[in-house]
């Protein structure tokens, strides 16, 4: 029944309060007045309806002797008698009234002369407007010729010669730059929005009309005052300037009137039937407010018993929500009250218990989405240093899921010793203060793997315990080892190249001088001593020229290479060979992305190392792969050599490391450089039971539609 008299009269509040907004804004009840009508039809039935079946259930009670049905009836006649006798008075008055009222509301010239006075406002304002425009493009084409201290100068100047109230320069992200205004009560401008400051940067100009206040207008411009010249920052001036009060006033009143007199005429063909149709409803609402009030009445002693029954039972299943009270002087309606008071501190209380777990939780998760997505490698141990936290980024440091490792203190760790010790000598060194350190892990055939870890305390508020944060800087330590030996081999180059040529000469005229006036041995002995000199100067030379080619390597000019076919062309150069070169080649190689010119002296360097490695085999031989990988394609050379000694092996690819007896020790140095520039990776391993195995990955080009043009080419022509 409750929720049924809510329903009728909610129902009932929107008719009655459409009845009063139909004579503000008719436009919109006229195009739905048949839905509105329908809603009247529907809302009246309804209400009907449930004073029938209320009519009812009184009868019911009444024939039934139920207590207090004779009061409850009683209640609902008078009141129902005390609403429908004025209402149906009232409401017959009304109707005649509205129906001959609204009738005189309208008059065709009225309308004409609201509609001439509203375009003439608009277009004085238009006018305005446009004059203000014209006056900051005068404005903006002499400031951009000043620089930004003069413009700070001139605007006032500028704002007073052209008559404007308030000037403004602004930076394309809204900074005040510099301002000037005639009115000595407001120093700063008003401050464009940042919709204004997007339209103004993409059109460069913007005006806009503007109220202030109720009734006052104000005119703003933005114009970009684009100084000439490259890498001077755009800036934009503001002018504002105010409407005239009495033109402002004069417009909103013609504006105001023409919007309600076109509401009223919209609405003119159905404003007649709702307001009857919401005054037949007032009348049923008003039957049906004096029936409702008997049954309040009759219930409102049992009411406060019923509430702390409800209350009880559902602070007991653990619900605090504060219970309906009854607020009444008698001793129920302060019981009520006081059990409502007790069971809103408990929901508070509760609430606050929720929320700050809520916000723990929240932080947790927050920190934990930070430390997963941080590409750094966080552990976090306890005060026994004991592990207890690692992030995804050391997972991926040390390639190890460190299983086994969580719980377990540094100096039991089955795997990671070196990590696990450098962490323990270092805390125990430093003690509570922050430290940093580099330490290298030695990976089997491979290169080492250089770790900067940085470890510090925690506070002691948050449990305690300790913090170690570490980076991968192997390509970073090998970036700029590389970039020293380049300005070494520069600077050897730059220092030995320039005295090899006289030293060459001069050996040469000694021999062409002293050639006819010698014989015998002191012959020999000069000609033994020349050819010495010229072929050591000549091999020094050809030192220079690798120190050149590793300090000069030119950036890579990428494009779409036939790895396979350029494979093809190096071979041909080695047709010759003592050595045997196998190809195993895939025929599904896709094109990869790099300077033809730049990885055929990675094959060929390749090739010579394999080939001088073999110097002094029965039976040397080459076997020369490509094949697709992941996003990648992979060049492989493998050779029967001796294989690299494990004492280089981790600095094959430093400069001057070498283990033939001649050569400078740069051939693999520069392929190391230049497959780095390619974004790609090379490792090198010794094979079983000899030999040695180059492996480089190179990435692929972009398929054609798909980030653009690719160029296939097989010879970097």
């Given at each position: 029944m409750k929720s049924l008299i809510v329903a009728a009269a909610s129902f009932g509040g929107i008719l009655l309060?459409?009845?009063?907004?139909?004579?503000?804004?008719?436009?919109?009840?006229?195009?739905?007045?048949?839905w509105l009508l329908g809603l009247n039809a529907i809302v009246a039935l309804s209400l009907l309806a449930l004073i029938s079946w209320q009519l009812h259930v009184l009868w019911q009670e009444h024939r039934a002797q139920v207590f207090g049905s004779r009061l409850k009836l009683r209640l609902m006649l008078m009141f129902g008698l005390m609403a429908v006798l004025p209402g149906v008075l009232i409401y017959a008055v009304s109707v005649q009234f509205v129906t001959k009222s609204i009738e005189t509301w309208f008059d065709v010239r009225v309308e004409k002369a609201l509609e001439a006075g509203l375009n003439l406002g608009r277009s004085v304002l238009d006018s305005l407007l446009e004059d203000l425009a014209a006056k900051a493009q005068i404005m903006a084409l002499e400031l951009a010729e000043r620089s930004e201290a003069q413009r700070r100068v001139d605007l006032n100047r500028l704002r007073e010669q052209h008559g404007v109230q308030s000037a403004a320069l602004f930076s394309t992200s809204g900074e005040l730059l510099a301002t000037a205004t005639g009115d000595l009560a407001t120093l700063l401008p008003s401050q464009p929005s940042d919709e204004q400051m997007r339209l103004a940067r993409k059109e460069r100009r913007y005006a806009v009309i503007e109220s202030s206040g109720e009734k006052d207008l104000t005119l703003r411009v933005l114009i970009a005052v684009m100084p000439a010249g490259l890498g001077v920052d755009t800036r934009f001036l503001q002018l504002i300037d105010a409407v005239p009060s009495a033109l402002a006033v004069n417009a909103d009143r013609v504006q105001t009137v023409y919007a309600d007199y076109q509401e009223l005429s919209l609405g003119r063909e159905g404003l007649t039937r709702i307001y009857a149709m919401t005054l037949t409803l007032t009348v049923l609402l008003a039957l049906f407010t004096a029936i409702a009030l008997a049954f309040v009445l009759a219930r409102r002693l049992s009411a406060p018993l019923s509430i702390l029954a409800e209350g009880t039972q559902a602070v007991a299943a653990g619900d605090y929500t504060p219970r309906q009270a009854v607020y009444?002087?008698?001793?129920?309606?302060?019981?009520?009250?006081?059990?409502?008071?007790?069971?809103?501190?408990?929901?508070?209380?509760?609430?606050?218990?929720?929320?700050?777990?809520?916000?723990?939780?929240?932080?947790?998760?927050?920190?934990?989405?930070?430390?997963?997505?941080?590409?750094?490698g966080v552990l976090v141990f306890d005060r026994r240093l004991v592990l207890r936290t690692v992030n995804q980024g050391a997972l991926n440091i040390l390639t190890d899921d460190f299983d086994?490792?969580?719980?377990?203190?540094?100096?039991?760790?089955?795997?990671q010793q070196v990590v696990g010790?450098?962490?323990?000598?270092?805390?125990v060194e430093h003690e509570r203060h922050e430290w940093q350190e580099e330490i290298e892990l030695d990976h089997a055939g491979g290169l080492p793997q250089i770790l900067l870890l940085r470890g510090t305390e925690l506070p002691t508020e948050s449990h305690g315990g300790y913090v170690v944060v570490f980076d991968d800087v192997t390509r970073l330590v090998a970036a700029q080892r590389s970039a020293a030996w380049g300005e070494v081999a520069r600077r050897l180059a730059h220092e030995i190249k320039n005295p090899l040529t006289p030293i060459q000469l001069s050996a040469e005229r000694l021999q062409m001088k002293l050639a006819d006036h010698l014989s015998g041995a002191d012959a020999e002995m000069l000609d033994r001593a020349t050819r010495t000199i010229i072929t050591q100067v000549q091999a020094m030379k050809r030192m220079v020229n690798d120190f050149s080619d590793y300090a000069r390597l030119p950036a890579p000019e990428l494009a779409a290479v036939d790895l396979n076919a350029l494979i093809a062309e190096v071979l041909g150069l080695y047709e010759t060979s003592r050595v045997q070169i196998k190809r195993k080649l895939s025929p599904k190689l896709p094109l990869v992305l790099g300077d033809a010119t730049q990885l055929r002296q990675i094959i060929h360097n390749l090739l010579r190392n394999a080939e001088d490695a073999q110097e002094a085999a029965a039976a040397p031989c080459i076997v020369i792969v490509t094949r697709p990988g992941e996003n990648t394609a992979e060049l492989l050379v493998k050779d029967h050599?001796?294989?690299?000694?494990?004492?280089?092996?981790?600095?094959?690819f430093e400069p001057y490391v070498t283990t033939k007896a001649r050569g400078t020790g740069l051939g693999l140095a520069i392929v190391k450089k230049i497959v780095d520039e390619h974004h790609g990776q090379i490792t090198i391993n010794n094979r079983q039971p000899v030999g040695a195995e180059v492996s480089i990955s190179l990435p692929l080009a972009p398929q054609p539609g798909f980030g653009g043009r690719s160029k296939k080419t097989p010879s970097g022509t």
């Open positions: 309060f459409l009845l009063a907004s139909a004579s503000a804004n008719t436009a919109l009840f006229a195009s739905h007045y048949p009444s002087r008698d001793e129920l309606g302060v019981l009520t009250r006081s059990f409502k008071q007790m069971t809103s501190q408990l929901d508070e209380a509760r609430r606050d218990n929720e929320r700050h777990r809520s916000e723990l939780e929240a932080a947790r998760a927050y920190l934990e989405s930070i430390l997963a997505n941080l590409s750094a086994g490792l969580l719980g377990e203190s540094t100096e039991h760790w089955p795997r010790g450098a962490i323990s000598r270092a805390f050599g001796p294989g690299f000694p494990p004492e280089i092996i981790a600095r094959v």
